[in-house]
């Protein structure tokens, strides 16, 4: 026998129902989810920590080759470089968007999260669907159409590239 959800289209036997029943988790129950809160407290600081830590070093050497790539291009026309004021804020930027994080929502998980490898596995699936919007955010955006434009800018002297033949801020 069949069970036919006109909303989804999807048919569904009885016997896989039974099936899927059968192997839920007892520690899936809310109960056992809230028994680890405290720890997965501790986890969301360590997880973002250790993520603002792997950031910190994939900007650092994003950094790094686009200034080399700037210069190589300009050898002539005098170094690009990133002031430390700049890329700490850039870095603090980042940092922030990661602290913005709420953590893993466990009552959302399938499966409790009982370890800290648990817990971060989810924290980096996280990070890697919001890395882009972060880094294009508070990194790239930044360092493109700020100080590499500024610096095109000064070298040209053009006034073509910013109409209003000021500096962005």
Known sequence: MSIYNSNHI?????????????HQNPTDSKINLHKYANQQIQWRQRAKAELINTSRTNMAKRLTHIVNEVNNYHK??????????QVKRMFNDVDNAINSWQ????TSCKKAKTSFKAYKTTATNWFNRNKAKIYGNYFFCPLIFKYILNYCRDINNDNEIMSNNQKMD
Do not use: M, P, T
């Open 103 to 106: 953590g893993v929502d466990i």
């Open 10 to 22: 999807n048919i569904k036997s009885e016997h896989h129902l039974r099936i899927k029943d059968s």
């Open 76 to 85: 002539l026309l005098g170094d690009f470089d990133v002031s430390s004021e």
